[in-house]
């Protein structure tokens, strides 16, 4: 059964910075891609970020030099690291698993953590 567990939402202000962390089991950790998605209130879920098996990543363009998506293997850990945060950054995030550089999304989702931003 795979399991992916986030940890790391909150509150913050704008400015600020947060890391959300995601743990994952049931899956070969090291063999699968894995990334981070949100949805705010009534929009879509969108990819935020990806980290592939080799360690090639992908961004949000709204998000490219605030945000930094890195893994730990012998943790089974994927985290995010988001600095500079911003008001439209507010959103359920959810970790993902299973996915490729050319298909982001995997068939695997967290339950998701809040993460608010207030101005």
């Known amino acids: 059964q795979v399991q992916l567990v986030e940890s790391g939402g909150g509150l913050v202000q704008a400015g600020g910075s947060l890391r959300l962390s995601c743990a994952g089991s049931?899956?070969?950790?090291?063999?699968?891609?894995m990334g981070w998605y949100r949805q705010a209130p009534g929009k879509q879920r969108e990819l935020v970020a990806f980290?592939?098996?080799?360690?090639?990543?992908l961004y949000a363009d709204s998000v490219k030099d605030r945000f930094t998506i890195f893994r730990n293997n012998a943790q089974k850990t994927v985290s995010l690291r988001m600095n500079s945060l911003k008001p439209e950054d507010t959103a359920i995030y959810y970790c993902?698993?299973?996915?490729?550089?050319?298909?982001?999304?995997?068939?695997?989702w967290g339950q998701g953590t809040q993460v608010t931003v207030s101005s």
């Open positions: 980290i592939s098996v080799g360690g090639f990543t």
């Open positions: 993902n698993a299973g996915g490729t550089l050319r298909t982001p999304a995997g068939q695997y």
């Open positions: 049931g899956i070969i950790f090291s063999s699968t891609g």
